[in-house]
């Protein structure tokens, strides 16, 4: 059973940078595959990026390549969510999530076993 607590939300301008953490605690961190999730209100979860068990591989939403940068440290049981230009409509919860297929990088919500609780990201006009 993985436990995974998220953190670093909060309220930024347009343009403006958040870094969203996730650490995991009661499994082998380095045995997941590992995504971020977001959901705005009145809307579907959907995936934002993933990255591998290793590390050495990801993929981004279209909505957001270029702009946001997921990374993992293993040791530290820890996966990242970089935010960089930061647009109003990223708005949303953002979910960590832990899926057993280690090369998975994305998926459908279904595919992944562990969430963590969520935090809030809003970014002002």
């Known amino acids: 059973q993985v436990q995974l607590v998220e953190s670093g939300g909060g309220l930024v301008q347009a343009g403006g940078s958040l870094r969203l953490s996730c650490t995991a605690s009661g499994g082998t961190f380095s045995k997941y595959a590992m995504s971020w999730f977001r959901q705005a209100p009145g809307k579907e979860r959907v995936f934002v990026g993933g990255i591998n068990w290793k590390g050495g591989t990801t993929d981004y939403a279209n909505s957001v390549k270029g702009r946001f940068t997921i990374s993992r440290d293993n040791a530290k049981n820890t996966l990242w969510l970089q935010m960089n230009n930061l647009k109003p409509e990223d708005t949303a919860v953002y979910y960590c999530?832990?899926?057993?297929?280690?090369?998975?990088?994305?998926?459908?919500?279904?595919?992944?076993?562990?969430w963590g609780q969520g935090t809030q990201v809003t970014v002002s006009s």
């Open positions: 999530a832990a899926s057993a297929t280690s090369g998975l990088i994305r998926g459908a919500t279904t595919a992944y076993s562990y």
